[in-house]
């Protein structure tokens, strides 16, 4: 690596550290000084609170990655550019684009942390509300009188389930279809075996719904369900809510809702976001380059200036084409996308204006 390559990404990486830390510090010291009576009165202990803020780190360093980025990028070149460091590296025959090639380098590179820690945030949002007491833990080994959400728009109501000995008491399966192709069921069994990897049903009924007045009932002595797979832990934890779900997880509880006739437009978009956040670390590189230029002459202030209104922009109109996508003024993916393609086309546009 070249001493100007250096150079340009420890400016880059020594801002970004301060946001993409300092940032989320300051956001949950506000929500703490915000939420710290009503944790008091529900009895949680300091540690309790700390492991909470603790697991909720993660989600909030996520939302400043982009923020990150882009001061990052604006300091860096207006830096060089209010030092004379930038005429001089043209000057001696290197381009703006090989300056900035750094930044783009990391700029990826971002990305792709943000990317895996984007599968991270969901387990820890999960520890977070265990901690505090908003999810029970999985650590019983009985639950009774319950209903389990589960793909493929099916749902288990259970009497009584036995983790220990693998036994289920009463169970009943339902699915809502959407027509021949896809049919409505219900299946009850009064005593269900896990052994092998697999549940066994024992002495129960099936019933098929193809038509809304056709029904067609089977008796068995014992069934083997393809879908029913979920373990005996897996059942005693509680559903997941939509944030507490990888990006793998929410596709599948989007395909069951789209099975069983639901509307999954905002679930969709906020799957696709956990891809497009974090590539805008890249393309707001681009952005902030661009921008670092047209403001390096003006003063430290007017650079801040810029940055907070492009990171507020940036945040209303992930903002407005979310509530599009969710409400179907635009389709899903194209609204969680939006964004990133407007952010990149006035970038490219701008390192096009700039004299290299």
Request: hydrophobic share 45%; net charge positive; glycine share 10%.
């Amino acid at each position: 690596m070249r001493t100007l390559d250096r150079y340009v990404a420890g400016l880059y990486l020594k801002v970004f550290f301060i946001v993409v830390v300092g940032a989320p510090l300051m956001f949950m010291i506000i929500k703490l000084t915000d939420d710290l009576d009503r944790y008091l009165a529900r009895g949680l202990t300091a540690q309790q609170v700390f492991l909470a803020y603790l697991f909720d780190f993660p989600y909030q360093m996520g939302l400043a990655f982009p923020v990150a980025s882009l001061f990052g990028a604006v300091f860096t070149v207006a830096l060089m550019s209010r030092n004379f460091e930038m005429t001089a590296a043209k000057a001696s025959g290197i381009s703006f684009y090989r300056i900035i090639a750094p930044l783009i380098v990391l700029g990826t590179f971002m990305s792709i942390i943000g990317l895996g820690l984007g599968e991270l945030v969901p387990v820890t949002n999960r520890l977070r509300a265990e901690t505090l007491g908003e999810r029970g833990r999985a650590s019983r080994t009985t639950r009774t009188r319950f209903v389990y959400g589960a793909d493929g728009g099916r749902a288990y109501t259970v009497r009584r389930l036995v983790a220990g000995t693998g036994r289920i008491d009463d169970i009943v399966i339902d699915r809502e279809g959407t027509g021949p192709e896809y049919p409505t069921y219900r299946l009850f069994a009064p005593v269900g075996m896990w052994s092998e990897g697999r549940w066994r049903l024992l002495r129960g009924h099936l019933h098929y719904y193809p038509e809304r007045d056709e029904a067609v009932t089977f008796a068995f002595d014992s069934l083997y369900q393809r879908d029913f797979s979920e373990t005996p832990q897996e059942l005693l934890a509680e559903p997941k809510d939509p944030e507490e779900m990888n990006y793998r997880e929410l596709g599948h509880f989007i395909e069951s809702i789209r099975r069983s006739g639901g509307d999954a437009r905002r679930l969709i978009v906020e799957r696709e976001l956990k891809i497009a956040f974090p590539i805008a670390c890249l393309i707001v590189v681009l952005f902030g380059s661009a921008l670092g230029m047209s403001t390096g002459s003006r003063g430290p202030a007017m650079g801040i200036g810029v940055a907070l209104a492009t990171v507020l922009l940036y945040l209303i109109s992930v903002r407005i084409a979310q509530g599009m996508g969710a409400g179907g003024v635009l389709p899903p993916t194209l609204a969680a996308w939006f964004p990133n393609s407007l952010f990149l086309g006035v970038g490219l546009v701008l390192l096009a204006n700039t004299k290299t």
